[in-house]
């Protein structure tokens, strides 16, 4: 019987267009959230690069080790790509939404174009901008931010590509979309593709959005991840706290949101 009015259901829902079938299920959400798990060498510290609020992240202490910045999706803020400059670091920046950078950066080579799929006179795949600009360099930093393009970007961006970079750092959005089965499989494809050669080595919480209940468990909107390449864990990792006494609110009016108990168990 209640097979049966399972299955009623189902039928009258997709008369309205809704396909139960394409929802994931609690297990699919744990099983995303235990992507997550943080990773930091014990011989490595973070350290803070640009804004106090946002555009400001938290990345390995190797910077001594980064020869160029790849900055994706720049907007109005380039605190970050300004404090790697005072450290020696010079920037590749691309952003389509802006005709020139907010402020002027010695040696910063921006681009007019936004990252994507294909190449043309509006977008530029990943890939192509590095081969055209640090070919035979592996020591790159990239910092992320396309409002949703990354995990496209991921997916699109081979391995030889990705592994010139040390550091990778993204903010991932919409992931309270994952409640739909194809956009999960899409976002849980593109975070294992990264983790086969990176670790997470830190997460915050970007509190313009406040979470999403799904399934009981309240999955952030935003979150801000710094990869940290494998070659760097030789060694023993250390003991990781969140959040880091680092970590500084994106939007200051903004309570600060903080993972819950189904992140934090698997996460730390």
């Not at 691309?94 to 950066?105: F, T």
Request: hydrophobic fraction near 40%; include cysteine; charged fraction near 25%.
């Amino acid at each position: 019987m209640i097979k049966l009015l399972k299955r009623l259901i189902r039928l009258f829902l997709l008369r309205l267009n809704i396909n139960v079938y394409l929802f994931s299920s609690k297990e699919d959400i744990l099983k995303f959230i235990n992507l997550f798990n943080i990773k930091l060498p014990k011989n490595i510290n973070l350290i803070r690069v640009g804004s106090n609020n946002d555009g400001g992240y938290l990345v390995p202490n190797i910077l001594d080790k980064i020869s160029y910045c790849y900055s994706l999706g720049i907007g109005k803020n380039v605190s970050f790509e300004n404090d790697l400059h005072k450290k020696g670091i010079s920037s590749f920046g691309a952003d389509g939404n802006i005709d020139k950078l907010p402020e002027n950066i010695k040696d910063y080579n921006f681009i007019n174009k936004n990252i994507g799929l294909i190449d043309d006179d509006k977008n530029l795949r990943f890939e192509t901008m590095v081969n055209s600009n640090t070919p035979d360099d592996n020591s790159l930093i990239a910092q992320i931010d396309i409002e949703g393009g990354e995990y496209s970007v991921l997916v699109d961006t081979p391995f030889n590509i990705l592994e010139k970079f040390k550091i990778i750092i993204i903010e991932f959005h919409n992931l309270n979309k994952i409640s739909d089965k194809i956009i999960y499989n899409f976002y849980f494809q593109s975070l294992q593709k990264i983790l086969q050669k990176f670790n997470i080595c830190h997460m915050h919480i970007n509190n313009a959005e406040q979470p999403i209940k799904i399934k009981n468990i309240y999955i952030p909107p935003l979150i801000e991840i710094t990869f940290l390449r494998k070659d760097f864990y030789d060694g023993d990792l250390q003991q990781v706290v969140i959040p880091n006494n680092l970590d500084e609110k994106n939007v200051k009016k903004n309570s600060e949101i903080r993972f819950d108990k189904n992140w934090m168990s698997t996460i730390l």
